[in-house]
């Protein structure tokens, strides 16, 4: 299993799409190089304002742009830190996209 974390793995972008906002949406597109059902990503919650989240949601893209939800896979929040570990198909090529619910 393969760590991608954001701002530090190539291709793991993360985006706070709402800075003004207490409560935070951040997007992170998840590099083609990532092996659904196998890999994790960890997000420094903290670069974004937010310690917690309240919710979570993960896109595996099958073929450019088409996706289907890939499950909720595992999440846990330790010290602002979100990791994800996925579930989905290992034969994804593409990438896909995750989306954090955070707050303070």
Not at 46 to 51: D, E, L, P, S
Not at 65 to 87: D, K, W
């Amino acid at each position: 299993m393969a760590d991608f974390t954001d701002g530090t793995t190539a291709g793991v972008v993360t985006t706070d799409v709402i800075p003004a906002l207490s409560n935070k949406m951040i997007q992170v597109r998840v590099p083609a190089t990532f092996v659904w059902g196998t890999d994790s990503i960890i997000v420094d919650l903290t670069k974004y304002g937010c310690r917690n989240i309240s919710g979570f949601v993960a896109f595996e893209e099958t073929t450019a742009g088409s996706i289907i939800v890939a499950g909720t896979g595992t999440t846990s929040v330790t010290t602002g830190t979100l990791t994800y570990v996925s579930t989905g198909s290992a034969a994804n090529t593409v990438g896909g996209t995750l989306i954090i619910f955070g707050y303070a």
